[in-house]
């Protein structure tokens, strides 16, 4: 069965300082997805008619 809802970390960075931060420990603060592979990875989805896209990360709105 294929994904009818994905979410996608789009980039580690957050600038936030929560202390429940489920992350913290594993995300450098630095790494961004590409335009290219973001673009590669929605075509896919749609491809395949995944109905909803969660954008997730650290803090997605701070991606470039």
């Not at 603060?29 to 989805?45: A, K, S």
Request: aromatic content about 10%.
């Amino acid at each position: 069965m294929l994904p009818k809802k994905a979410w996608i970390n789009i980039t580690d960075r957050c600038n936030n300082k929560c202390k429940w931060c489920y992350g913290k420990d594993s995300f450098s603060g630095i790494r961004d997805m590409g335009y290219d592979q973001t673009v590669q990875i929605l075509r896919w989805l749609k491809a395949i008619n995944c109905n909803e896209c969660i954008l997730i990360g650290g803090e997605p709105t701070i991606h470039p």
